[in-house]
Structures are given as structure tokens and as C-alpha cells.
């Protein structure tokens, strides 16, 4: 049984994009962060897991970014995979697919997003750890915090609170999550394209992913607001 780590990066990153029309042409995987492309920061923390035989990375077809960025030194640890799809799912199982090859089907495969920079190794190896003999898999998660409203619908005047949803055992999915391939591919496959992460795809087929309780540093850049607090925590991260 060996450990593999995937980031899907096909996507441009709209939202981010939206909120900045200058940024448009460079999808949110390839801006700088503290100097560097923000991938490599998702890549660097899993090729640090001594547990993890190899990342693959799986990118858009038409994908002109990539090759304007120096990568020497990642030869034995790193695959691109020029497979991705419309949608995150679609660009998850197109990479897993591509991987079987190398992968056996109770090989553990960890998703991780390519827009989540701080993931910190202690927080890795902690999930590697407790998910390691579970049945299932799992996932990092944070339990929610803040007080949550449901939103009236057609209001005229802008958004209004319908109700306050109770946030007793919610939680807030992180990446990695982490499953047996050949489970995670008949899962996805199962899925659809709408799901818009793999545990959901898991739950699907009546299976309970185990929660492994992180922290709000792995944070997922959606917003450039959000790219600015990234590097604060990188800052400590690497401190």
C-alpha cells in the first residue's frame, strides 16, 4: 500500500479573477505568493511527507502556464497529467484515471487544492496518521464557529436573514482528503460533475468519512483578500 497526493489545477479561478479584472489572464494557481506561484506551495508541503511516493499534478490541455515556471528538482517526485475537465470532479477523476497505472486500487490517494498554500506538516501528517487503517477515509475539517444564516429568498432590497442555522456538529471541509483510488474513482464516477468535493462523492455511496479536526490556517484562497492573510501565515509558517 503506498500514498499518493493529486492537485487538481484546471481551473482559472473566477471568483478571484471577478474581484480583480487585472488579474484575469493569470489563473489564480500561477499568481505570486511570497515570490512564487501558489501551487508550489500546495506541492512543497506534500513532496516534504516522506510518506508520499509521488504528486501528480493535472492540468488543463491547454494550459500555457505551467512550462513558464522553473521546476528542476521535482523529476522523482512530480507528474503532470494534462487531463483536466470543465469541473473539479471532472478534472479529479480524469487525473485519477490517468494514474491507475501506477496506482493500485487500495493505494491512498490525497486530494489537495492547488489554492490551499498553508497547509502546514504537522496538519498532514495527522491526517496520514488517523486515516491510515480507517475503512473509509477522511478528510481535514475545522468545526464551525460563527453563528450561521440562512438567507431570505427574492429580496428586493438585498440579502436578508431568514433564519439562524443551528451549527451543532457542522464542519468546514478542508483539503487533503484522502481515500482508497479505486473507491474515490467508482465514487466520482457514481457522482457527476455538480459535487464539488470528493468526500461528497464518498458519502454518496452510504459511506461516513472520518472528520480530522485542522486548524482555519489551511485556508483556501478564493478572494484577494484572502491571498493577502495566505501570506501572513506562510510567513509563520516558515518562520
Known sequence: MKYYALIPAAGTGSRMSDANPKQKTVPKQYMALNAVPMIAHAMMVLAREPRIAKLFVVLSPDDVWWDNYEWRGWEDRLQVLRCGGATRAETVLNGLQAMASVCAPDDWVLVHDA???????????KLINEVADDPVGGLLAVPVADTLKRAAAN?????RAEATVPRAGLWQAQTPQMFRHGK???ALRAAGSDITDDASAIEQLGLQPRLVESDSRNLKVTYPQDRELASLILGQLNA
Not at 115 to 125: F, K, T
Not at 155 to 159: I, V
Open 115 to 125: 489554492a490551499r498554500p498553508c497547509l502546514a506538516d504537522e496538519v498532514l501528517g
Open 155 to 159: 429580496t428586493p432590497s438585498g440579502a
Open 184 to 186: 474515490l474513482v467508482e
